[in-house]
């Protein structure tokens, strides 16, 4: 028996003389080719399918309208707000106490 240095030596005597038997070997046991020309093939895809670039037009989408105006600041409408925030989120009635909650109250305002 003849041992080779070099794997792609194998393929390229694979390829010359026994590429029918080996592509049918390969499909019959589910086996990725490895033959040179199989590898290039696949390489020329992968490169022609990269080649085009998508476009971000199907992920864009128009943004609401913003509102027409800001609503003035009332203790009345920010008792409110805290109030419906408190429920909707489930927060204890604690939290408008933290001191982390009135320091982000500071920095909106």
């Known amino acids: ?4 240095k070099d ?3 194998c393929h390229q005597h694979l ?3 026994h590429e029918l038997a080996y592509n049918k070997w390969a499909q019959d046991n589910n086996f990725e ?8 093939k696949c390489h020329d895809t992968v490169l022609k ?11 864009l989408h128009d943004l609401p309208p913003k509102a027409k105006h800001v609503l003035p600041y009332t203790d009345q409408l920010f008792c409110k707000a805290a ?3 408190l ?6 009635i604690q ?4 001191p982390s909650f009135h320091l982000m109250i500071h920095v909106a305002s």
């Open 87 to 92: 429920i909707s989120t489930d927060q204890p």
């Open 95 to 98: 939290a408008l106490e933290h």
């Open 49 to 59: 399918a990269s080649a085009s670039q998508t476009g971000l037009n199907n992920h």
């Open 15 to 17: 390829q010359k003389d």
């Open 1 to 4: 028996k003849h041992f080779v």
């Open 83 to 85: 109030t419906e925030w």
């Open 33 to 40: 080719l490895m033959l040179p020309k199989a590898v290039a």
């Open 7 to 9: 794997l792609s030596t």
